[in-house]
């Protein structure tokens, strides 16, 4: 069974950081492209940024650029989001999410990812 499990969402103040963790088990981590996501209360799910464990490559959306990191630690199966310099927009819930690479890059395409987490919130007050 896959499983994807969050941590680490919470209360913070605007400009404080956050670091999501996300547990990945019952697939191989580096034949997968994992991604995090967010979706605010009535908004779409919105790509943060996605990443190949197997070399480490790495993709941003432009309206993510900057503020947010994307990591792995492959012999743990684990997946992180270092949020820096938080905003009250970013308040949201966080997915993290595995797929099948299509091609060289990692994509932000939820149609992309089979498995997904539970989701953990955030909630960035200003």
């Known amino acids: 069974e896959v499983k994807l499990v969050e941590s680490g969402g919470g209360l913070v103040q605007a400009g404080g950081s956050l670091r999501l963790s996300c547990a990945v088990s019952?697939?191989?981590?580096?034949?997968?492209?994992i991604a995090w996501f967010r979706q605010a209360p009535g908004k779409e799910r919105q790509g943060v940024s996605c990443?190949?464990?197997?070399?480490?490559?790495?993709f941003y959306p432009d309206s993510m650029k900057g503020r947010f990191t994307i990591l792995t630690d492959n012999a743990k199966n684990m997946a992180f989001l270092q949020m820096n310099t938080l905003k009250p927009e970013d308040t949201a819930v966080y997915f993290c999410?595995?797929?099948?690479?299509?091609?060289?890059?990692?994509?932000?395409?939820?149609?992309?990812?089979?498995?997904w987490g539970q989701g953990t919130q955030v909630t960035v007050a200003s």
């Open positions: 999410a595995a797929g099948s690479p299509i091609g060289w890059m990692c994509a932000t395409r939820a149609a992309e990812y089979n498995y």
């Open positions: 019952g697939l191989s981590f580096s034949d997968h492209e």
């Open positions: 990443i190949l464990p197997s070399d480490g490559s790495t």
